[in-house]
Each structure stands twice: as structure tokens, then as C-alpha cells.
């Protein structure tokens, strides 16, 4: 599975913003978060091969994951 994550979750000294990772089995992406530790993420939008999605979606290995964040404005 590829993972890309937008640079504004990662930390300072983290500057790779591509993931690949295998998973043992299709897996949820709020538990994909909480291994690659972004779990808590209220704050992202979620994207499997370019379909939004949210974070009780099943993902496989052969999927790619875009997490990008939501800004807000006023």
C-alpha cells in the first residue's frame, strides 16, 4: 500500500511524505493511522485511489491513501 501524507502532519525532521507500507490482511484506515502513529486526525480528509472516503473505509495492499488536512477559514 502507498500512503502519501500531506507534509503539515508530519514531524519536523520527518521530510519523506511517501509511505509504502504491507499490510497481513485489508485493514481500516483509522487503524492504518494509528501505526504509521497519526491516529486522532479529526482535522484530514481521506482519499483512496482519488475517492473520498473516511476512516472506517477497508483498505488493501494493491490501494493507495492520500491524507491531506482540512483548513478552515473565517
Known amino acids: 500500500m502507498i500512503i502519501k501524507i500531506s507534509r503539515v502532519f508530519l514531524q519536523e ?3 519523506n511524505n511517501l509511505l509504502q507500507i ?3 490482511e485489508p485493514t481500516k484506515i ?3 493511522l494509528k ?3 497519526l491516529e ?3 482535522y484530514a480528509e481521506f482519499y483512496l485511489n482519488n ?3 473516511n476512516k472506517n473505509t477497508i483498505a488493501r495492499n494493491e ?3 492520500l491524507i ?3 483548513f478552515g477559514g473565517g
Do not use: R
Open 68 to 70: 491531506i488536512p482540512i
Open 35 to 37: 501505526e504509521i502513529k
Open 51 to 53: 475517492k473520498k472516503v
Open 63 to 65: 490501494d493507495e491513501l
Open 30 to 32: 483509522d487503524e492504518i
Open 40 to 42: 486522532g486526525m479529526g
Open 22 to 24: 504491507k499490510l497481513a
Open 13 to 15: 525532521g520527518d521530510s
